[in-house]
């Protein structure tokens, strides 16, 4: 029974457009959620984060919304660059719990 | 300051055998979590160690154990290896009361079972 769902294996976009990774999650007690993106050999680092208080998070070009009554997060990259180029984790926690992970999209940014 | 280093970062085994893989946290952190990354099923959560005892465990059978020793550093075991251990095994710190956003990965030790 998979709580999160990443349901695009991968994606590919051209540099300087948009990318949008989707994430649906079935626990409607997850109360924060987080974007990881991990490269070939390294370990995931993470990327950006919301609290199910918020509907919308921004860090320079990367933004998260939250969809609260859909349990449905999306991670949009704006502009797109090679270098983002990675495996992209989505994961939610309960209350300080373990994170649990979706399976990965792999996102590919052609120049 | 230095990360979350993981040894050791390549392991051959063979079906039947056990493992030990190390963890050392980032300096002052003190909770230690490990995952199993695979490619169909993503990063699944094993366990949490925080001052040395047990503070989550995720769904995996008894054959994985771990650790965590008085400094911090962390081992996980596997004992009675199978086939479909072979994966990235991830190890995490984070402070005591970090949010889950302060989780910060090591590379990992690719471990491959025969």
């Known amino acids: 029974d998979q709580q999160v769902k990443q349901n695009s294996p991968s994606l590919s976009v051209q540099e300087g457009r948009i990318s949008i990774l989707n994430c649906d999650y079935t626990?409607?007690?997850?109360?924060?959620f987080l974007w990881y993106k991990k490269y070939p050999a390294e370990g995931p680092t993470f990327l950006i984060s919301?609290?199910?208080?918020?509907d919308k998070n921004e860090d320079g070009r990367f933004t998260v919304f939250l969809n609260k009554s859909a349990k449905h997060l999306s991670l949009h990259i704006v502009p797109s660059q090679p270098g983002d180029s990675a495996v992209y984790f989505c994961?939610?926690?309960?209350?300080?719990?373990?994170?649990?992970f979706g399976k990965g999209t792999t996102l590919s940014v052609s120049s | 300051k230095a990360g979350v280093t993981q040894t050791p970062r390549y392991l051959i085994k063979t079906r039947g055998q056990q493992v030990t893989l190390s963890c050392s946290p980032i300096?002052?952190?003190?909770?230690v979590s490990w995952y199993q990354q695979t490619p169909g099923q993503g990063l699944q959560f094993l366990f949490e160690y925080f001052s040395e005892t047990q503070r989550n465990k995720g769904n995996f059978p008894g054959r994985f154990s771990g650790r965590q020793f008085s400094n911090s550093r962390s081992e996980m075991n596997v004992s009675t290896l199978e086939l479909g251990d072979s994966a990235l095994y991830l190890c995490?710190?984070?402070?005591?009361?970090?949010?889950?956003?302060?989780?910060?990965f090591g590379p990992g030790t690719r471990l491959t079972v025969t």
């Open positions: 994961a939610a926690t309960q209350a300080g719990t373990a994170l649990i």
């Open positions: 626990n409607s007690m997850f109360d924060y």
């Open positions: 919301i609290s199910s208080i918020k």
């Open positions: 995490a710190s984070s402070l005591p009361s970090g949010q889950p956003d302060e989780q910060y």
């Open positions: 300096s002052g952190h003190r909770s």
